[in-house]
């Protein structure tokens, strides 16, 4: 089958990859119908992190092609939806709703790598979500994006306690910070403030549900953010970044006693006690329980009560993976949907 795999940073291949087998029991193997780049996928190609021929993608729907016999949850022929986690789904810590820290987790990025034709899945029971049948290809997109980046803005909105009367900010403009916009919106803020800079960008987070547009940064953003909320600063904000302004100034731009959840994959992120200590704010993320929240987006999406497909805004086929990689290192694009 053919696959994405890094090199190296920058260096970005699309080849021959052996056909995934079954394994354990509980695996099944899914044909992939869309796949795609997420800005994590970013922290390798741009050196951050290690690369070093890593099968990449961690975001997939498809059609289950083979189950192992211990799988009775899903059925060859089903239209599923995984999770970027693998996750039994009835450990202790899965029960209380954190799958992302399932006693067997796997990751699949850069381990499984679902920027490929077919994929290997792990505790399929567990990780893969059914669909409620066959979706046409106008739900594909938004299926995909509940995969990871719907799910993980959704989980730092419940974990910033967004809801109806509270006031929201995302700090982060990408398709996790775009998603978080949304979520607010469904789970009924009163307000929500995007942060972005960039024109396309704003244009889509009022389509999801944005009501003010921060253009500022850092110490200006947060200023600005106190400045729109008579000098307190919002009830819940959302980190969607990972890097030490975005954390920065979503603390700052956190009331006190307010919520701030964070699902940027933080990098090189240091945050001064004393400023932590003085914010007096309560804190919540860290990998999104993507499987807790899937069932109920699946089925918003299969009843067309959201449309979060519309944060894909350049398809290429699998074989042009490199130009989507250079094309949301540059952003030139917000996220890159992989046609197969």
Not at 10 to 32: M, N, S, W
Not at 206 to 211: D, E, N, P
Not at 238 to 266: C, K, L, S, W
Not at 326 to 339: S, Y
């Amino acid at each position: 089958m053919r696959g994405v795999v890094m090199y190296t940073a920058g260096d970005v291949r699309v080849e021959e990859r052996d056909d995934p087998k079954i394994i354990e029991t509980t695996d099944a193997i899914v044909r992939l119908t869309a796949t795609c780049i997420c800005g994590s996928d970013l922290w390798p190609y741009r050196g951050i992190e290690p690369a070093d021929h890593q099968a990449m993608g961690h975001e997939y729907v498809g059609v289950v092609e083979e189950v192992g016999s211990g799988v009775k949850n899903v059925k060859v022929g089903d239209f599923v939806v995984g999770s970027f986690v693998i996750s039994d789904n009835t450990c202790e810590i899965c029960r209380s709703g954190y799958q992302s820290g399932c006693v067997h987790r796997e990751f699949v990025a850069q381990t499984i790598g679902t920027q490929a034709e077919k994929a290997r899945i792990p505790h399929a029971d567990g990780t893969l979500v059914p669909t409620p049948g066959q979706p046409g290809p106008e739900l594909i997109p938004s299926l995909l994006a509940a995969s990871d980046v719907l799910g993980t803005g959704w989980f730092g909105v419940v974990a910033a306690e967004a809801g109806p009367g509270k006031t929201v900010a995302v700090v982060g403009d990408g398709a996790v910070g775009l998603m978080a916009v949304l979520a607010a919106k469904q789970l009924g803020a009163e307000r929500i403030i995007a942060m972005s800079r960039h024109p396309e960008r704003q244009e889509l987070a009022r389509f999801y549900g944005a009501t003010d547009i921060v253009a500022e940064r850092g110490d200006a953003g947060v200023a600005k953010i106190k400045e729109l909320t008579g000098g307190l600063g919002a009830h819940s904000v959302i980190e969607a970044v990972g890097t030490q302004e975005a954390t920065m100034q979503a603390i700052g731009a956190t009331r006190p006693g307010g919520h701030m959840g964070f699902v940027g994959v933080n990098h090189g992120v240091s945050i001064p006690g004393i400023d932590l200590f003085f914010a007096g704010i309560h804190t919540h993320g860290g990998p999104a329980p993507v499987r807790r929240f899937l069932p109920d987006l699946i089925q918003l999406i299969w009843d067309r009560k959201i449309d979060p497909g519309k944060v894909f805004d350049l398809t290429l086929p699998l074989d042009q993976a490199a130009e989507g990689y250079q094309a949301m290192d540059e952003r030139r694009a917000i996220k890159v949907l992989l046609t197969l």
